[in-house]
């Protein structure tokens, strides 16, 4: 149907990718009969039973179909309107949510700086001043991003230092998880690890990033997060009818680690690359590669032939500051294309 169509290889997001074979598979095996919608089929009771194993018996999945969805409805009922939830400023709840938050939920979202997109607790002494002040908005919730929207990770320390400090102040803990597995693959630690043991209320947890075909989920541990969540979910036109082929996605994502597979290959293939474009001097790799994303600066005159072969995006053009994104698709071979098409470049400009 599509055989005339040319899908070329892109370095722009992990969106551009294709589904994960074994996720489609999935989907197929479940289009068979009738089964209950809502969440109450057989294969939702099965993708439930995966989702404890990995993240403890405390955790309730929801299921919507967009990043965006996954963090709004992550505040739903634990962010009033009068409150504010605080985050980095390269936080996708700041900068790529088009005001989602203060649009459904009324909330305020307070930044502070960040090199790498990770924050300190220190730096939110100022945001804490004027509580119970009636003309401030009141500090409620603090978002991370793990992996950062810079592919830097917060280590399993610097997320027990953040409940402690959140849990004295009274302040509910997010974790922006749209490749929270990288996270784990890079850290070596369990999804648990990261989330429940943490002592976390609520995880925005990435499917679509990962392989999957437009499936997020809302991971819910605290029983303030999860009492009310079923209800905002349905305002906001996220509740899926045919849940069992976002189950069926997430169960086969999850059920034998799948995903651990996705999240090492990714997360190798990057600092693979980036060990390799450390042999040409002129390209510099601005943050330490924990994840599947490499910030590359190049030579501005290079930037337009690389994008014709490997369509990315220019992150910071004044310092020509490039984003690139490895896909579970993305192989080693492929690698070896690209580093050899920027010495193709190279040698143009060398010769000109």
Known sequence: MFEDLEFATSLGSDNHSGVHPKILQAVVAANRGHAHAYGLDEVSKLAALEFKRLFGDTVEAQYVFTGTAANVLSLSGLVKSFEAVIASEAAHLQQDECGAPEKFVGC????????????????????????????????????????????????????????????????????????????????????????????????????????????????????????HFKFYRKQAMQLSSKTRFLAAQFYAYLHQDLWLEIARHVTKTAQDLAARLAEIPEIQVQHAVESNALFVRLPKAWIGPLRERFFFYVWDVEQNLCRWMISFDW????????????REVRECFREK
């Not at 998880?177 to 995880?203: E, Y």
């Not at 492929?334 to 050899?340: E, K």
């Open 108 to 227: 305020k979202v307070m930044t502070v700086p960040s090199r790498d997109g990770r924050i300190r607790p220190e730096q939110l002494h100022t945001r804490l001043q004027r509580q119970g002040d009636q003309h401030f908005s009141q500090p409620r919730m603090v978002s991370l991003t793990q992996p950062t929207e810079l592919g830097v990770c917060y280590t399993l320390p610097e997320l027990r230092a953040w409940r402690e400090w959140t849990t004295r102040k009274n302040l509910m803990l997010h974790i922006d998880g749209a490749r929270l597995v990288n996270a784990a693959a890079f850290l070596n630690c369990s999804l648990r690890a990261l989330t429940a043991d943490i002592g976390v209320d609520v995880v925005s947890f990435g499917g679509t990033k990962n392989g999957l075909l437009g499936a997020e989920a809302v991971l819910l541990f605290s029983p303030l997060a999860k009492a």
């Open 331 to 342: 192989q080693p071979e492929t690698n070896t294309r690209l580093v050899d098409a920027i």
